[in-house]
């Protein structure tokens, strides 16, 4: 008797090894998703701080923290984009006029830091907290 096709035992060791390299494949893809949600974040916080410096120059002082003042009405793309990327997780601005920081939350819980942070002073990186006191990053 001549058979034709494969066993039930072929089939289920082919499922199964399909099954295996999928699960690895979307496992990888998570990462890969939160990696970039970050670096859009980081490139919205970037662009921030290039449109704080235009304020400053503009007006002499960055604008005032707070809903429904210049901050928002200047920042409004950066802040969707965060909210966006980082599943409204959390991000903060404070000033005093002279002197600001912004700082998002960020997704792929690097190993230095869980913080992208920009400030008045040109430093614009990960840090592991945000500023607990005064307008710097670090």
Do not use: H
Not at 94 to 111: E, I, K, R, S
């Amino acid at each position: 008797m001549n058979k034709k096709g494969f066993t039930l035992i072929e089939l289920l060791v082919v499922v199964a090894i399909i099954g295996i390299l999928a699960t690895i494949v979307l496992t990888s893809l998570a990462s890969a998703r939160a990696k970039a949600k970050d670096a859009a974040i980081q490139a919205a916080l970037s662009g921030a701080r290039t449109t704080l410096e235009m304020y400053n120059l503009d007006e002499g002082e960055y604008p005032a923290a707070g809903e429904g003042n210049d901050m928002e009405s200047e920042l409004v793309n950066a802040i969707e984009s965060i909210n966006k990327n980082n599943n409204n997780a959390g991000w903060d601005y404070a000033t005093d006029g002279d002197n600001y920081y912004f700082a998002a939350d960020l997704n792929a819980g690097n190993q230095d830091g869980t913080v992208f942070c920009v400030d008045s002073t040109g430093f614009a990186g990960i840090v592991t907290d945000y500023p607990e006191s005064g307008y710097s990053c670090n």
